[in-house]
């Protein structure tokens, strides 16, 4: 069983990003828990001046911008223009006045605004095609001294509600090999690496610290039903398994759904998870 490449997630700019903003409250609720960490960890107070990289519709970038107000700012930068345009426009709904959003690729942007004091990411920095100098440039775009926090999924492993799903679907459907340190959720997971990574980039004084917790799968208040559906329109191998032949498909979406009934409680499909919470200093 492999379960590193179960969420594939490439084509951030077209395909996958409208894919994340057709669900994006289940995908922001879904992450919730382990966003409420990764946020409390970093402890933004007012006045910083932040840079939310990799931010997908916003959810992170609002929430900063209200904490760090009234002196301090946020900016917003994915390389969706899609997830963009529905943070400005969540921003504006919301009258704050101290964000903004760039569509840029955070691995070569200079972005308005930098250098900043503070770089936020939650999930948004394991992406990048060429790791190494993707975080030199996001060390360029922090003073001296300045501090990163990133959220990064532990091994898929440790992370129950990953293992359980790819345990599922890999009766029925071939998954794919994992490559360590390839694009993608898992990239990220080995903190020998991290280290490595930060440190090549310019960073120093790393830490990592381990948070587990619930993963509300499908979203916030999901129904066993609307977790399978999640599953099998977002995620590659959900995909996959939607498209195998209908006996196979109905015998896997059946365990799948009976696996999420074990799980299954008032605020949603609630499953085990494990981040790496990420701290250094520019
Ligand atoms: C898993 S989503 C997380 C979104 C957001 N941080 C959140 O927690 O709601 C990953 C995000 O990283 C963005 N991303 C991927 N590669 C990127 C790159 N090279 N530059 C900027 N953003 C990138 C994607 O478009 C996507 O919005």
Avoid at 79 to 88: H, K, Y
Avoid at 122 to 149: E, K, Q, S, W
Avoid at 240 to 250: C, M, N, T, V, Y
């Amino acid at each position: 069983m492999t379960a590193d490449q179960t969420l594939a997630t490439d084509d951030w700019a077209g395909e996958m990003g409208r894919k994340w903003l057709a669900r994006l409250d289940r995908f922001e609720s879904m992450i919730g828990p382990a966003g409420a960490a990764l946020m409390a960890h970093a402890g933004f107070k007012a006045g910083d001046r932040v840079v939310d990289i990799g931010c997908g519709g916003g959810g992170t970038t609002l929430e900063i911008a209200r904490r760090v107000a009234p002196t301090g700012s946020v900016l917003g930068l994915d390389i969706s223009g899609d997830l963009i345009e529905a943070g400005r426009g969540r921003a504006q709904q919301a009258g704050l006045g101290n964000i903004s959003f760039e569509n840029a690729d955070a691995s070569v942007a200079r972005p308005a605004g930098a250098p900043f004091g503070r770089m936020f990411s939650r999930f948004g920095c394991m992406f990048f095609a060429d790791p190494y100098p993707a975080y030199a440039n996001l060390h360029h775009m922090l003073t001296p001294g300045g501090r990163i926090d990133l959220g990064v999924w532990a091994p898929a492993r440790d992370n129950g509600w990953m293992a359980s799903l790819a345990g599922v679907l890999g009766k029925y459907i071939e998954l794919p090999a994992p490559v360590p340190r390839a694009p993608g959720p898992f990239a990220m997971d080995d903190p020998d690496y991290i280290r490595d990574l930060l440190q090549q980039a310019g960073f120093s004084g790393v830490t990592i610290d381990s948070w587990t917790g619930d993963q509300l799968v499908g979203g916030a208040e999901a129904s066993p039903a609307q977790a399978v559906d999640f599953v099998l329109s977002v995620l590659s191998v959900g995909e996959a398994l939607a498209k195998a032949d209908p006996a196979i498909r109905d015998q896997g979406t059946e365990e799948l759904r009976a696996l999420f009934e074990q799980f299954h409680t008032p605020r949603g499909i609630v499953m085990p998870a494990k981040v790496w919470l990420v701290t250094a200093y520019a």
